[in-house]
């Protein structure tokens, strides 16, 4: 909306600028029929744009003029995998690195399996230096008191005046000017430096991967839960058992409630009823997972839950009330 307004106003002061006389071709600008018959395609989404400039830059390299670098590409890359990660989390999707050639997010000077691992590797480098940073962070002091305890204000000890400026101890021969210009040299120098940097890294902290027996997925923790990530992986993994159990478990453990077996059904299990039936026999059966047990409704609703969190009673109160108290006083 922003844009077609700014394009409007432009219009207008080139009409105005024609109708006084003003030369519109000699000062570089189009008449508004050109502009909307050159104009470019708007809203293309962020890989396209990438694969575009990418596809440009090899061009100009081809061609003997100053194109992109590696560096630069990929970075660009990677910026683009990231927003599509946090798209595809926002729609409650993980990614695989299997989607990123067919969506064109595969740099050309990479192959498919380099670049997977040259994702991952990033991730784990700036969470490594996440970790680091936070480790190294002093802790904050905590203050238990405004002024020694029992000592009158009036016989506090006066805070010492500070310094006047003198000359850099460093550099007992210049004065505050000459040290005063080198410190001005200092900053503008790390200010650089640190542009550099920053202009190196590709946002992404909220980035999360979740490594699989034959790949890695993943998700913006910004965009999808920690715990609907960890459920999407172990549906995707196909591993139901597993997914089975750590559901019951997480939900008995974290909530408290029992887990009702419809549930399964929604996304991003996609479970049909007689699926989730065999299921639970089959864990029951292995004996593997003795805290699990099953309760039902009043009403026909099965539920299950870990007796590790939850006592059998406790929880069928609660899975009668969810499914068919709570109505009673809606």
């Not at 744009?49 to 590409?73: Q, S, T």
């Not at 805290?291 to 299950?304: H, I, P, R």
Request: net charge negative.
């Amino acid at each position: 909306m922003v844009d077609e307004e700014a394009q409007l106003i432009r219009d207008e002061v080139i009409r105005a600028l024609a109708e006084q006389g003003e030369d519109i071709e000699a000062l570089g600008l189009q008449t508004p029929v050109e502009a909307q018959i050159d104009a470019e395609p708007v809203a293309m989404p962020a890989w396209d744009h990438v694969a575009e400039a990418a596809a440009e830059a090899r061009g100009d390299a081809a061609a003997g003029e100053a194109g992109m670098g590696d560096g630069e590409v990929e970075r660009l890359f990677l910026a683009a995998v990231f927003d599509d990660v946090r798209a595809q989390s926002a729609d409650g999707k993980l990614v695989q690195p299997a989607r990123w050639l067919d969506a064109g997010l595969v740099p050309q000077h990479f192959s498919v399996d380099d670049w997977e691992m040259f994702v991952y590797e990033y991730l784990e480098d700036r969470k490594a230096e996440r970790d680091e940073r936070a480790a190294s962070a002093p802790a904050a002091p905590v203050r238990t008191a405004t002024r020694p305890v029992g000592v009158p204000r009036m016989l506090r000890v006066e805070e010492e005046p500070e310094p006047e400026e003198a000359e850099d101890p460093r550099h007992p021969e210049l004065g505050v000017e000459d040290a005063e210009s080198e410190d001005s040299e200092r900053r503008d120098d790390a200010e650089e430096a640190g542009g550099d940097e920053a202009l190196a890294g590709v946002p992404c902290d909220d980035i999360v991967a979740l490594v699989g027996k034959h790949s890695y997925y993943l998700y913006s923790n910004d965009r999808m839960t920690d715990a609907y990530a960890r459920w999407s992986f172990l549906a995707s993994e196909d591993d139901r058992v597993l997914t089975f159990v750590e559901c019951v478990r997480d939900e008995s453990r974290k909530y408290p409630r029992p887990m009702e077996a419809s549930s399964l059904s929604n996304e991003p299990f996609n479970l049909s009823a007689d699926e989730i039936d065999e299921l639970w026999r089959t864990v029951h059966e292995s004996g593997a997972y003795p805290d699990l047990d099953t309760v039902t409704a009043s009403n026909g609703d099965v539920y299950y839950f870990s007796t590790e969190h939850l006592t059998p009673t406790y929880a069928a109160s609660l899975a009668e009330w969810n499914s068919v108290e709570r109505d009673m006083f809606l």
